[in-house]
């Protein structure tokens, strides 16, 4: 079964830093662009993030600077260590498999990052 | 940066009705470029089409995809219990690299 599951999230206060992991399987995770997209309680969603098979970073003009998406192919797994953390990017954080056509196919549950004192 | 926009914001119909739901890109954009997906309060997005008209892995008949440039529509022939939820468009472009529409909330009459 293709699966992501991710990991890490919890209560920071701000300023503060969190490491976010996700964890694939069911299949070639060293083939796959991978991506965060968050959604605020209410709110839609948006793209923070991705890594491309080749090591290529991309974020939101949002969080440059201060995350940093990451990968390590021979544990499946992804990363993002988010530092200098605000209100606004409390979010639960997915997880998601980029598809061939410019889209994601894949999706985590999401892990719940809240940002407060 | 190509900002998506969708209308309705809420639409009202009841099972078995036909669905239609509109994304609006402020440029053109190529057809390849466009995603739709379902989001059911309290679980992860689904990928429902690609290309603007292609029909992800395992999504029913009854939803199509259509449009091309700026205007976008899914369609959703006849409405089951389980299709009442949100729905984002969402463009893959430059910089950003993904952009979702606001959403369209289809609610039960």
């Known amino acids: 079964e293709v699966q992501l599951v991710e990991s890490g999230g919890g209560l920071v206060q701000p300023g503060g830093s969190l490491r976010l992991s996700c964890a694939a399987s069911?299949?070639?995770?060293?083939?796959?662009?991978m991506h965060w997209v968050r959604q605020a309680t209410g709110k839609g969603l948006e793209w923070v993030s991705g890594i491309g098979t080749d090591g290529d970073r991309y974020y939101s003009d949002s969080v440059k600077g201060r995350f940093t998406i990451s990968r390590e192919d021979a544990k499946n797994s992804l990363y993002l260590q988010m530092n200098s953390l605000r209100a606004g990017d409390t979010a639960v954080y997915y997880c998601a498999r980029a598809h061939d056509y410019y889209c994601m196919d894949v999706w985590g549950k999401g892990t719940t990052v809240t940002v407060s004192s | 940066e190509i900002v998506l926009t969708q209308s309705p914001g809420t639409l009202s119909l009841s099972p078995g009705e036909r669905a239609t739901l509109s994304c609006r890109a402020s440029?053109?954009?190529?057809?390849?470029?466009l995603a739709w997906y379902q989001q059911i309060p309290g679980q992860a997005p689904r990928l429902l089409i690609y290309?603007?008209?292609s029909r992800a892995t395992g999504i029913p008949d009854r939803f199509s995809g259509s449009g091309s440039g700026t205007d976008f529509t899914l369609t959703i022939s006849r409405l089951e219990p389980e299709d009442f939820a949100v729905y984002y468009c969402?463009?893959?472009?430059?910089?950003?690299?993904?952009?979702f529409g606001p959403g369209t909330k289809v609610d039960i009459k």
């Open positions: 440029q053109s954009l190529s057809s390849s470029y």
């Open positions: 969402q463009q893959y472009g430059s910089s950003p690299l993904f952009t």
């Open positions: 069911g299949f070639t995770f060293s083939s796959s662009d």
């Open positions: 290309g603007a008209s």
